[in-house]
T-cell receptor, first 117, second 113 residues
């Protein structure tokens, strides 16, 4: 398996522009997570899906952020309009479900490094 | 106050040294404790996990949990340059995929050859 795939790997945009980040989870995984990592705040959970349904979006910073999962193999995180404080590395992770701890291990993608000028 | 506190470092030690990485936390509901390793420009990878209090050893790595002090540690013996990475502690109340994982901010570790 290729692991979790994210695109683009780097994105540089100007304030006010729309940004769309993409994620392909590991095949067969039921859960998908979007995280944001910054030096100041560390790794923060933004939203997660179970079987394509958003379960907890309490970490989404504001209405400018939205996430969708139209099918089991694809998810997007959209920022509209983008602001300089959105600059961060955005990670997507996926996991399966089971009774043993390692069944629920989250596998992270390589991340998208977003810079908003 | 953050739920999980971790010294960001950086920490630089010579090859072969014993490394000690630590985190403190405030939520007594946490039961599962994890350490992730993150190489530069990569996503975090699960290194070890422990349940409740006690020690767990895996090769050169030992994880310790002291729930009474709300303190967890990761020890690396005979450290190697390939261990140079950022180490994030993480914890959750349950191990299920639906349980929110809270991450520390990470400690950047450098092993000097």
């Amino acid at each position: 398996d290729a692991g979790v795939i994210q695109s683009p790997r780097h994105e540089v945009t100007e304030m006010g522009q729309e940004v769309t980040l993409r994620c392909k989870p590991i095949s067969g995984h039921d859960y998908l997570f979007w995280y944001r990592q910054t030096m100041m705040r560390g790794l923060e959970l933004l939203i997660y899906f179970n079987n394509n349904v958003p379960i907890d979006d309490s970490g989404m910073p504001e209405d400018r952020f939205s996430a969708k999962m139209p099918n089991a193999s694809f998810s997007t995180l959209k920022i509209q309009p983008s602001e300089p404080r959105d600059s961060a590395v955005y990670f997507c992770a996926s996991s399966s479900v089971g009774t043993e701890p390692l069944d629920n291990e989250q596998f992270f993608g390589p991340g998208t490094r977003l810079t908003v000028l | 106050q953050k739920e999980v506190e971790q010294d960001p470092g950086p920490l630089s030690v010579p090859e072969g040294a014993i490394v000690s990485l630590n985190c403190t936390y405030s939520n007594s509901a946490f039961q599962y404790f994890m350490w992730y390793r993150q190489y530069s420009r990569k996503g975090p990878e699960l290194l070890m996990y422990t349940y409740s209090s006690g020690n767990k050893e895996d090769g050169r790595f030992t994880a310790q949990v002291d729930k009474s002090s709300k303190y967890i540690s990761l020890f690396i013996r005979d450290s190697q340059p390939s261990d140079s990475a950022t180490y994030l502690c993480a914890m959750s109340a349950r191990i299920s995929s639906a349980s929110k994982i809270i991450f520390g901010s990470g400690t950047r570790l450098s092993i000097r050859p």
